[in-house]
């Protein structure tokens, strides 16, 4: 135990870049920079980026048109329970993952002043980054490692159709099966050489904008309500260890008037934060609790092969991340809710009635957890968590029976 403090003492304490940096790594990846900064890189690579956005943008939409038109054309699915789970795996995750690229591409200025207003906020120096205990409130091993999963799953699933082709033809001999990573049929055909790759490289840049949308909008969310948690923990370790008097009435009261001040200003962030997010998260429940549906069915339809592994991979990343970004939510009603319990520990009898009102009023204010919600009718937490594995076992099972 001595050494693991000793060891937390010692290690670096993590910056504001530290927190943002993965989420705005797989904004910048696909030629964006969502937050803006300064940039030193020469007009040609820019112009290279925006047109690699651009492309991005293009062929999801594209590929978009083409799956719903698909469906429209029913009778082209019919028949094969397989197919249909697959389409409707393609449907969810896509709409999933644009109605997070629409969504911070419509709030992008104010997620822009809300990082700004979070960076100032952030302690400057090793010192105070050591009393917020910044390293505690920074993605947590399991996190990244949860992320990185997912992201070498998705890696598998773009570059493994075009593997697994090339191995059919130059191994085995065999005719070039054309496998590609959507099933939906594009309105060329993609059973030639140029158009197997034209196609290709429309389902690379579709996917690419779909997986970084997917990831980088639930890491912006963590990013920004683990800093929030962090400032409520630090406002509760702060008035715990406050010792009030009677004879420093005056002080005492100008100490509460401060951590007031503090403390509304974060509820403003959280509401801020809760604005962007909390719509966005509770679609992503409904979104994600049929893909789990679809995956589940899928592997279940497919038998133990190759694709069936693959897609039981993808339930399983799917299913951390979702986890994780519960647990954040989690900790953000922990952390808001941990002040109401550090009014009633503080000293406060020892205070004059004065501070004693004062701190009757912050313990009343902080009874109420912030939480990212959808109009407070869908909360993220991991209680939602328990309720998007029983929803999904429970349609899996009714698919399962139906199908019989």
């Known amino acids: 135990m001595s050494a693991n403090i000793k060891q937390r003492k010692t290690e670096i304490q993590r910056s504001h870049e530290d927190f943002t940096f993965l989420a705005n790594f797989l904004f910048k990846s696909l030629g964006y920079d969502l937050m803006d900064s300064p940039t030193t890189s020469p007009r040609w690579w820019i112009l290279l980026q925006s047109g690699y956005f651009l492309l991005c943008i293009v062929s999801s939409l ?69 009393e917020y205990d910044v390293n505690s409130f920074y993605l947590s091993r399991s996190t990244r490692y949860c992320f990185y999963f997912y992201y070498l799953v998705m890696v598998l699933m773009e570059f493994g159709p075009a593997i697994q082709s090339c191995i059919v033809y130059y191994v085995f001999g065999k005719d070039f099966p054309y496998l590609r990573i959507f099933p939906t049929r594009l309105n060329f055909d993609s059973h030639t050489r140029l158009g197997y790759i034209g196609a290709y490289l429309l389902d690379l840049t579709c996917s690419h904008l779909i997986v970084n949308m997917s990831v980088a909008g639930d890491l912006w969310m963590m990013c920004m309500s683990s800093q929030i948690s962090m400032h409520f923990a630090h406002l509760a370790k702060v008035l715990t260890s406050y010792r009030p008097s009677q004879e420093r009435e005056q ?32 679609s992503n429940l409904f979104t994600t609790a ?100 029983s929803i999904t076992y429970r349609v899996f099972a009714v698919l399962r029976q139906t199908v019989k």
């Not at 520990?345 to 501070?355: A, I, L, T």
């Open 290 to 389: 049929s893909l789990l549906c679809c995956i589940a069915y899928y592997i279940v339809v497919q038998g133990v092969n190759l694709e069936g592994f693959s897609y039981l991979m993808v339930f399983v990343s799917v299913t951390g991340q979702f986890y994780m970004v519960s647990a954040h939510g989690q900790m953000l009603i922990d952390s808001s809710t941990s002040i109401a319990a550090a009014a009633y520990e503080n000293k406060w009898y020892n205070g004059s009635v004065r501070y004693k009102k004062e701190i009757l009023y912050i313990m009343t204010k902080s009874q109420r957890p912030a939480e990212i919600s959808a109009k407070g009718i869908i909360i993220i937490s991991l209680e939602t968590f328990k309720i998007l594995m």
């Open 62 to 130: 594209y590929e978009a048109a083409m799956l719903i038109l698909r469906i429209i054309q029913w009778e082209s699915l019919a028949g094969s329970p397989s197919t249909i789970m697959r389409y409707a795996l393609h449907f969810f995750y896509m709409i999933s993952a644009q109605g997070k690229f629409f969504t911070f591409m419509m709030y992008r200025k104010k997620l822009r002043i809300l990082n700004n207003m979070l960076k100032d906020l952030y302690p400057s120096d090793e010192q105070k980054r050591k």
């Open 251 to 282: 002080e005492d009261c100008y100490f509460l008037s401060i951590l007031v001040k503090r403390h509304q200003l974060i509820l403003r962030l959280h509401a801020d934060v809760n604005n962007v997010f909390g719509i966005l998260l509770a």
